[in-house]
T-cell receptor
């Protein structure tokens, strides 16, 4: 069964500190992996997408890594800001077609940045 | 573009009542998705449409739930009769699905449903 596991479930860090969120998946075959950021009361917004051949991709202070061999991804946030407080959801596409029947969602990591 | 538009943003109703949620996808997108989000279960895909045709409704909880997409710019999700366990945030998302697309979904702001 295709699964996406995220850890930790929740995380509290001080403003300015770095943090890393983890995503492990068992989805196969693998097409791509996307990280979404969901602010409270809003819909998820895509941060980055990674395909099989990509190891690292950055979007400002967000850096995602992918190890397709171990089926692990991480999202690293550098110099955290209060606006980074949100839920971060890992979504893996498991077929080449990209239809919704190939999507598997993680339950997300709830990140709180404290001043 | 205004993005995905959902209405209402909040809905409070009593058990047994009919609830209709509405969604307008991004113009030009050919796929539309309905999700339900709760703290316990996270985001769950209920149903998705491609070119207005329902492709997979296996996530629809039971017969009380139904969804329609009469045209490319409008979709509804209906719950009849509603139950307290249906309380959740319902998201609509749209995307441009195709061989060269990266299947990014653009989400609406959601409808927070409370069934008393």
């Amino acid at each position: 069964k295709n699964q996406v596991e995220q850890s930790p479930q929740s995380l509290i860090i001080l403003e300015g500190k770095n943090c890393t969120l983890q995503c492990n998946y068992t989805v196969s075959p693998f097409s791509n992996l996307r990280w979404y950021k969901q602010d409270t009361g809003r819909g998820p917004v895509s941060l980055t997408i990674m395909t099989f051949s990509e190891n690292t991709k950055s979007n400002g202070r967000y850096t995602a890594t992918l190890d397709a061999d171990t089926k692990q991804s991480s999202l690293h946030i550098t110099a955290s800001q209060l606006s980074d407080s949100a839920s971060y959801i890992c979504v893996v596409t498991g077929n080449s077609g990209g239809g919704a029947d190939g999507l598997t969602f993680g339950k997300g990591t709830h990140l709180i940045i404290q001043p | 573009d205004a993005g995905v538009i959902q209405s209402p943003r909040h809905e409070v109703t009593e058990m047994g009542q009919e609830v209709t949620l509405r969604c307008k996808p991004i113009s030009g997108h050919n796929s539309l998705f309905w999700y339900r989000q709760t703290m316990m279960r996270g985001l769950e895909l209920l149903i998705y449409f491609n070119n207005n045709v329902p492709i997979d409704d296996s996530g629809m909880p039971e017969d009380r739930f139904s969804a329609k997409m009469p045209n490319a710019s409008f979709s509804t999700l209906k719950i009849q009769p509603s139950e307290p366990r249906d309380s959740a945030v319902y998201f609509c998302a749209s995307s441009l699905f195709g061989r060269n697309s990266n299947n990014e979904q653009f989400f609406g702001p959601g409808t927070r449903l409370t069934v008393l």
